[in-house]
């Protein structure tokens, strides 16, 4: 049984939007921090954001920043990620999980990684 599930992904162009969601079925999302990760082809997955529990705090990796917003809707169970002016460079398989950050950095805090939703920006 899936405790979070990513979607919102697709095919966009440069300079496009889109609007990820990141759903919990069995646990309940206001306890935890959540981040937004990804795995681009012939990469390792990097920590993309987290949001604190309340929301009351955000850290973003360095190659987001001033273009996604990571937000939560905790009466609905929900964290999403609204992508901006999206680049090539974004492609990737996107997942949530909660997070915890350390000198920038955005790092899984528990849980396994599930399927995640594939954006693609062509160019």
């Known amino acids: 049984q899936l405790q979070l599930v990513e979607s919102g992904g697709g095919l966009v162009q440069p300079g496009g939007s889109l609007r990820l969601s990141c759903a919990a079925s069995?646990?309940?999302?206001?306890?935890?921090?959540i981040g937004w990760f990804r795995q681009a082809p012939g990469k390792e997955r990097e920590g993309v954001s987290c949001?604190?529990?309340?929301?009351?705090?955000?850290n973003y990796a360095d190659s987001v920043k001033g273009r996604f917003t990571i937000s939560r809707d905790n009466a609905k169970n929900t964290v999403y990620l609204q992508m901006n002016s999206l680049k090539a460079e974004d492609t990737a398989v996107y997942y949530c999980?909660?997070?915890?950050?350390?000198?920038?950095?955005?790092?899984?805090?528990?849980?396994?990684w599930g399927q995640g939703t594939q954006v693609t920006v062509s160019s």
């Open positions: 999980r909660p997070c915890h950050s350390e000198g920038g950095t955005v790092y899984k805090a528990f849980g396994s």
């Open positions: 069995v646990f309940t999302l206001r306890y935890y921090a």
């Open positions: 949001i604190s529990s309340t929301g009351s705090t955000t």
